[in-house]
Structure formats: C-alpha cells, structure tokens
C-alpha cells in the first residue's frame, strides 16, 4: 500500500473548520485514495520531528502559509530531495510556479497571459510613468509570491492613498505584480479549469460579490460548475505543454476577452481543486493521477 503525506500548514484544520463555504479535501481524497489502496496522512509540512523518507511521496497540497516563510519553504523542500522524497508536483516545478515571473515565461511561450508588469526585489524604476504610458487607470497590487488575494490591494491609480506605500512595501522583500483592474471578472466571473494527469477533470466559474474584485468563496463570490468551450479549453490545455516539467494537478485561472482565455494564474502547488463542483469522480481522477504518477 502506498503511503502519501498531505503536508498541511500549522493550524489547517482550525482554518477549514471557519470556512464552511469550502470542503476539507484531505478528508475526501482520504478515503478516494483508500478505495484505491492507499494511504493519505496529513502532516505538517513545519514539523521538525516528521520522517519524509516513510512516505512514498508529498504533496503539498495544503501548504497555504507558504506565501509568508517562502525561504523556510525552499529549505523544506531542500531537505526533502536530500533525503530522497519525493514531491508531487517536482520541487522544480514547484519553485518556478511559486514567484509570478513565471507569468513572464508563459507569455514569452506565446501563451495568452493577462497584461501586467513585474517589478523585481529592490528595483527602482518609474513606476508612475510606467503605469500613465500603460494607460490602465484603476489597478492591482500583489507581492510576486502570493495566492488567495495575500497582500493584494486595488486602487483607483498608484497617486491612490495608501497605493505606493504599499508597492514599496511589498518591494523591501519581494518582487511586485501590477495589473490592470479587468472589468471582465466581476461582468463575468474568472474561470477555472483544473487537469490532472495532464486531463482536464472539470471547470467552473468564480463571480465576485458586487463592489468587489476577489473570486474566493470566502469573500463571497459565487462559484458555479461550468466547464469552457472547446477552444478555451484547448488554449489551457496549451498553456500546460510550456512547464518546465510535467505537472499531476494543475488549476488555470483566467477571463474570457474577445474570444480568448486571458491566463491570470497557473496553479501547480496548493490550489484549492473544487471537488465538490467536479461531479462525484473528481477526486477519484485526482488520486489516480497521483498514483499513476508514482508508479
């Protein structure tokens, strides 16, 4: 039997236990992995006392605090490969996905990646130029490693109060993302399209709570099912084929604009997979693929 940890962060049972608007998915995959003779436990992925080395692999599916000890998060993942365990996805496939320059890559792939601009660690450039040349008016602000709306702030323009300071906060420890506000999320929700094994598993779309801009559940936008059209799918599908590695799970998110899927994240590391609005082998095809994976 096949034994795989499910490194979760400090106080993860607690923080699902608030959210009632998600499932707990180590619960569900727990018992899809047992039907399938395998064992699923949960570790904290900061505990100093776990052996990796017993496990057949790790996935760090639950690893949310990352984003805030990202260097104790490489080192982790170090130690891992040291030790000979193994990580699904790869830890080089992980470590690329984790700072959003890889959205620069994408695009220089020919992927069809929504408009940004990428500020590295301690650069000092114009930003104020920079953004009036762009023309984009109200905008997004968010650390390079970030996920679930972490640190993220709109504003009406960079002159907005509180805007600047909080890019040259961000930029004392990290690169910074700039995007322009895209008025097609909140008119028409942001897809996201989830594969495992390289197959598309199921789709769904995340409309925001009027006034607001944020697709989680728990800011309350709504999330229904709903899987693209064959040509938007194919243009995720694409998007996967420029990794710099072969990825078991994965989550494109993106609007649609003129026709196209515009890719605002491709999610290889902790993304939250939506089994309940995947119909009832969503998790089953997660877990194969995983195994499958290992063998």
């Not at 499932?23 to 992925?45: G, Q, S």
């Not at 504003?155 to 805007?163: E, Q, Y």
Request: charged share 30%; proline share 5%; with cysteine.
């Amino acid at each position: 039997m096949m034994n795989i940890a499910y490194a979760v962060m400090d106080g993860y049972q607690q923080l699902i236990d608030a959210q009632r608007e998600v499932v707990d998915e180590r619960e569900v995959l727990r018992r899809e992995f047992a039907r399938l003779d395998a064992e699923l436990t949960a570790v904290r992925w900061r505990d100093p006392e776990v052996d990796w080395a017993r496990f057949d692999a790790v996935l760090p599916k639950a690893c949310w605090d990352y984003v805030e000890r990202s260097t104790e998060f490489f080192a982790w993942q170090d130690r891992l490969r040291d030790i000979g365990a193994r990580l699904v996805n790869p830890a080089e496939l992980i470590r690329w996905n984790s700072d959003k320059r890889y959205l620069l890559e994408l695009r220089r792939g020919g992927a069809s990646v929504a408009p940004l601009l990428y500020v590295e660690r301690g650069e000092h450039r114009d930003l104020r130029a920079e953004l009036s040349s762009l023309g984009w008016g109200e905008i997004v602000l968010k650390p390079a490693i970030s996920a679930g709306a972490y640190r993220t702030l709109r504003a009406s323009s960079l002159d907005a109060a509180g805007a600047l300071d909080h890019a040259e906060t961000i930029l004392r420890d990290s690169g910074l993302l700039i995007q322009p506000f895209f008025p097609e999320i909140p008119r028409d929700g942001e897809l996201s399209l989830l594969f495992f094994g390289g197959v598309f598993s199921h789709g769904l779309v995340k409309v925001p709570v009027r006034g607001d801009f944020r697709t989680q559940a728990r800011f309350g936008a709504t999330v229904t099912a709903k899987d693209p059209p064959p040509a938007l799918l194919d243009q995720a599908a694409a998007v996967l084929d420029l990794l710099p590695g072969e990825a078991t799970y994965a989550r494109v998110d993106g609007f649609v604009r003129e026709g196209r899927l515009q890719i605002i994240e491709v999610e290889l590391i902790e993304p939250y997979l939506y089994l309940e609005h995947g119909g009832p082998l969503a998790a089953r095809r997660f877990c194969e693929a995983i195994l499958a994976a290992l063998r």
